[in-house]
């Protein structure tokens, strides 16, 4: 979207958008416009991968990639989409050019599992801004990576995406299955935890009860692993993590003194004294898990404010807050039909 010859820009087009009183129209509009140019390429990420595997080469400072690659997985949460996207794709050119150069099998999978996480990480950040074929792309890359380098962690965020996708679009079943493929091949690993977590999410949203089991599974394998060095990792789950998701599934349930027990814990874990948030994402989606629980305890303007309160801030996986975001529209607008808050709400997510 440009004004003239001015490309508009987040605020530019939230003045526009208040002046004309769009109703967010202006605002989607314009940050569609970057992510829309850059969907229009979904094979770029792949095509990078696909270079690192047509060569037989590797650098020898691979110990310093590693680190250099689990530093930009720490940074998913709060850096900006775009730029982390950028930094990702240099980084899997940089693999790419190590690759070409004569070195041993061992190596050369080391740098193939380098750029399984590259790849992974850009097709979670093409995910949240909302780049649907270029993170399929990407995800699929990443994941005949990780097979082809006999990883199976790898593999199993590979299908852990498939997962979160589908969920977010409301394909439940196919979420499930998803989660449940990766739970056959992550073996005892990280990953293999939230996979039982997108599993129960997705029952929940089918309107399956006792999942309380389901939880106690990943909850016990959990606890069996190592405490990760950096549990800001996005690939690595800790139990902060786990709260974050056993939430959801408590919310969805009804248990509502549960999941205000763990959005709190997760707020209070993740807000520093100062106000600062260390993982802005997570601390949305707390604050809509408020929202409804505001609303069902007869507090509209309350669940309103917190609603409003989890769509802004900085960070975001938009497609996913938009999951949530929609799911408490519709609950308030069951139980509060034809209150003009519930509009204001709904005129909010429209340009969300």
Known sequence: MTLGNVKANDELARVCDEALRAKGELIAAAKAD???????????TA???????????????LESLRATIEELCCQYNRRDALELRREAHAWLQHVGSLLRRPVGLKAHQDLLVAGGWLALLAGCVEYDLGMRSAAESTRTAAMQLGLEAGHP?????????????ALTQGRYRQAAEAARSGQAV??????HVQLIAQEAKARARMGESGLHHLL??????????????????????????????AMDVHRMAGDNDLAKEYADAVIRDNVTP?????????????RLTLGFLAGREGDLEQAVE?????????????????????????????????EGLVGEFEDLLHGF
């Open 34 to 44: 970057t992510v829309g140019r850059l969907d229009e390429t979904p094979w770029q």
């Open 47 to 61: 095509e990078l991968v696909q270079r690192l595997q047509a060569s037989d080469a590797t650098p020898q400072t």
């Open 153 to 165: 962690e790898i593999a199993g965020w590979g299908h852990e995406m498939t997962a979160w996708f």
């Open 186 to 191: 992550a073996q005892s690993s990280s990953v």
């Open 216 to 245: 106690e599974v990943g909850r016990e394998l959990l606890d069996h692993l190592p405490y990760p060095d950096r549990p800001d990792n996005h690939f690595k789950i800790d139990p902060a993590k786990w709260d974050y998701y």
């Open 274 to 286: 100062g106000g600062t948030e260390l993982s802005p994402m997570r601390v949305s989606e707390c």
């Open 306 to 338: 917190w609603g409003k309160t989890g769509l802004r801030g900085g960070r975001q996986s938009r497609l996913h807050l938009q999951m949530i975001a929609g799911e408490l529209g519709r609950e308030l607008r069951h139980d509060y039909p034809g």
